[in-house]
């Protein structure tokens, strides 16, 4: 008879030693790595210049980077950590973190997780009700933009020398080659 896996919960992520980084994904806990130098790159050039943008249009949205908590369907099942999101409605925002599905989110693929980002996390955020979620693949150079609220959920893609658009922060864009090309 085989043994029966371990079920993680929420008391278990939450009870994770400081600076242990992890998501909670169908009752397992998913540790998460250092990222390299041009994942860093990219998470804190995207997050800072969508923050200077909604700021300058003096919108309402929050930009976090990770590592930021999010409670993704609000009932402490699933706690993912995007390299970048945006949350518009302030009332989701909690102590801990994001509490339901931010409008924006940004994964940077690493070698160890494409499937997470590629196949998990796409039927995540899409079940969620992300509106906009970007895939930005440095090793392929490419970055493919889903957006949930059409009923075609077909990504755009966009090679790294072209500028990302985004739909709901409607005139922002970023090139993800101009960001990693002085690297």
């Not at 400081?18 to 998460?32: C, P």
Request: glycine fraction near 8%; charge should be negative; charged fraction near 25%.
């Amino acid at each position: 008879m085989p043994v029966p896996k371990h079920k993680y919960g929420a008391s278990d992520y939450w009870a994770l030693p400081e600076g242990v980084r992890a998501e909670l994904i169908d009752g397992e806990l998913w540790d998460l790595a250092a990222p390299s130098r041009e994942h860093q790159e990219i998470a804190i050039s995207v997050g800072s210049e969508l923050r200077g943008f909604v700021r300058e249009r003096g919108g309402s949205c929050k930009v976090y980077t990770a590592p930021f908590a999010v409670n993704l369907f609000s009932d402490e099942t699933v706690f993912v950590e995007p390299d970048v999101l945006a949350i518009c409605d302030r009332s989701k925002l909690s102590k801990r973190g994001c509490e339901g599905a931010p409008d924006f989110i940004v994964e940077i693929v690493s070698p160890s997780n494409g499937g997470m980002d590629y196949v998990t996390k796409l039927h995540l955020y899409q079940e969620a009700g992300v509106r906009e979620y970007w895939i930005c693949d440095p090793e392929k150079k490419r970055t493919m933009v889903y957006e949930f609220d059409e009923s075609d959920v077909v990504p755009s893609v966009y090679p790294f020398s072209e500028p990302v658009p985004s739909r709901v922060f409607e005139g922002f864009s970023i090139s993800c080659g101009d960001i990693v090309a002085g690297l």
